[in-house]
């Protein structure tokens, strides 16, 4: 981990000009850190606006599936409620570069009163030429100015697990995709997105909540169906995965395995059930898994590449 103090220029590009200027080496140190914490005076305007809902179409998502807004409807929000120059986001101490993530952390300002503060981060890759670094640092400070602004609420749906799912429901998808290594994986984008150029065309689909959506109003989740059984009794559940197979370590140094159908998790040790689940991920295929309940969640028994088809109604073990 490399910590690149404030007091000194971060590092620069080798043909980079020298910081110059009464910035170039500024200590960003704050006399009184939590100035004016709590004490913060809002109208009911303020409130009210604070407290509206997000408007659902200016987020969007990450492949991996993540809700965010954007940094520019943040600071336009910021500008409606309290006015241009009447709030700022304040450096709290250096950049610092772990692996290839560059991190930094910022103190939210508001008519003089801290509001709150975040570590922001980003992805940083010096080889990539896309990267420059003064990008990378607007993107760090962007992700913290977001995570601060939840303690004013703006945007904290994101936060929600369970709405995220609902705004997945109504305004995203999930397509196939084609990797660099020409492997199959899944990415989400919003339904009114542009296809990616790596998208498999025809295979957009979001299996874990069409049900719902073609079932129940809006603002309504359709109750799940209760587990179909087998011939001997267990139940089992079929569906698309919606991630590759997770692995964890455990502290007798085994692994442990966990698959996700339909929004649940079904755990197991045994590596040839998880290698029957990479395969079906990798080749976009459904799963039927057999599992029995334990004090600790759902405990896989069987698993089979292959969905229950209404003519049958029977999992393919």
Not at 44 to 58: F, G, H, K, R, W
Request: hydrophobic share 35%; glycine share 6%; proline share 9%.
């Amino acid at each position: 981990m490399e910590v690149i103090d404030t007091n000194e220029p971060p590092p620069m590009p080798d043909d980079a000009p020298e910081p110059q200027g009464p910035h170039a080496n500024l200590n960003f140190q704050c006399p009184d850190a939590f100035q004016g914490i709590s004490q913060l005076q809002l109208t009911p305007d303020q409130i009210a606006a604070l407290n509206e809902p997000i408007d659902q179409m200016v987020l969007d998502i990450l492949p991996t599936g993540e809700v965010y807004p954007s940094q520019v409807e943040i600071r336009r929000q910021l500008n409606r409620v309290f006015g241009q120059g009447k709030w700022a986001i304040m450096p709290r101490g250096p950049f610092i570069k772990s692996d290839d993530c560059l991190f930094r952390e910022y103190a939210l300002f508001v008519n003089g009163c801290y509001v709150g503060e975040a570590t922001g981060g980003q992805d940083w890759y010096e080889k990539n030429n896309r990267q420059t670094y003064d990008v990378v640092c607007e993107s760090v400070k962007s992700n913290a100015l977001k995570r601060c602004c939840k303690d004013l609420g703006i945007a904290s749906e994101c936060w929600d697990k369970r709405w995220c799912e609902q705004w997945k429901r109504e305004h995203a998808v999930r397509v196939q995709v084609k990797k660099k290594d020409q492997t199959l994986g899944w990415q989400w984008r919003r339904t009114d997105a542009d296809p990616f150029p790596y998208e498999i065309q025809g295979s957009a689909s979001n299996p874990a909540m069409e049900p719902q959506r073609k079932s129940q109003p809006a603002q309504q989740a359709a109750p799940s169906p209760a587990p179909a059984p087998t011939a001997d009794g267990k139940p089992y559940v079929s569906g698309m995965m919606q991630r590759d197979v997770y692995e964890k370590a455990t502290n007798n140094g085994g692994k442990r395995f966990a698959i996700q159908v339909d929004g649940q998790w079904y755990a197991t040790f045994d590596t040839k059930v998880a290698a029957v689940g990479r395969a079906a991920f990798k080749a976009g295929m459904p799963v039927s898994i057999q599992y029995h309940d334990t004090q600790y969640g759902h405990d896989i028994d069987a698993i089979a590449i292959g969905e229950v088809t209404p003519a049958t109604d029977k999992a393919p073990f």
